[in-house]
Structure formats: structure tokens, C-alpha cells
């Protein structure tokens, strides 16, 4: 399996309320593309100094499924409405996994 | 719970050995700290385009857990004779998730 995460640091004009929008169109996207097997998404929890604004978690299958996940439809809807006018930076990595699962 | 995970991109000088070293020292260090649940670290397989060199994703159980990883004198180690000289841009997130595990 696959561990695909992602940082994002927000531009200065991103609000409270646009995250919150971002969180859940996220969160019902993931319910909707089955090549998602596990998401976690939400804004930093700042348990640490510095660090990113907003981080995503998902484990998919294989390198198909996560072409499947990055390139759906609802996925870019997501992009189109909130990602691409709030992202001021990302950073993305995947890693491979024996197994994995979070709720 | 909590997944941190992080990104990393690497200064010019950096070898494929560095990176093999340091992804065995960081695998040593997850499994003599007990606070790290679950851990992954490695390269980023670059399934898509752009995207950090590595990447680093941990389960802990709380705040304190992190702390414990992230102070670990084990983990301060790899720090100094790693992760300090080689990284040229970092980010890192901390997301809540109820519960999970990768292996």
C-alpha cells in the first residue's frame, strides 16, 4: 500500500471559514472515491513549533489508485473551489506501506 | 491519536547513500521509542509530479508522546548527524485521528 501526505501553507487572505469549507468538501470527497482506503485531513495542530498551516493523510492500494484519487473529478472540483486560491505552498511525498489504516 | 508527518527536500550535496543511512538510523530510533505507535520514513516513490525527496509519518498518542519522540535523545541524534546537514527545507503538520497504524 501507499502513504501519500501532504503540507499545505495557506496564502495571508485564507480565513477560518474557508478552511472549515475546505475540511469538509474534502472529507465528503474521500467518502466518495472508493481508491481511498484511509484520509485524514484538517488544519495543523501546532503541537509543535513552526510547521505547516493544514496537513492531508491517504492510503491507497497502489500507484493506480492514487492516480485515481489525485485525478477524480471531485478531487479537482476540491482543487478548482479551494486548494488552488488558498495554497500558497505544498509540499507531497508518498511512502510505501506494508498495511495501514486511521480513522 | 495523532499523525504527524513530515516533508523533506534535500540540499544539492545530498548522497543516495546519506539517505540510506538515514532511513536505517530513523527506523533504529522508531523501535526504541516506545511513544512512536506506528512509523514510516523513506523516499518519496515520486508517483507524481514535483513532491518532496522524503518523507516522515508517525502515530503517537498524544501530546506528550510527541514530545517524548520528537525530544528523544535517540531522535535529537539522527537530527545531528543527519537530518541538520542534509535537509534545505522542511514541513511538518500534526492531524487528530481516532485511531490507526501503518506498517
Redesign the interface.
Known sequence: ???H???F?WKDDVTEADVAELTDALSAMAAEIPEIR?Y???S?????P??????V?A?VDD?AG??AY?DHPKHKAVYEKFLGRMMA?R?????????????
Open positions: 500500500m501507499i502513504l501526505i501532504a503540507t501553507q484511509s485524514a485531513a484538517g495543523n495542530l501546532h503541537l509543535r513552526a510547521g505547516a498551516d493544514y496537513g493523510a492510503i500507484a492514487l492516480d489525485l505552498e509540499a507531497a511525498a508518498q511512502l510505501p506501506i506494508s498495511q495501514g489504516s486511521f480513522a
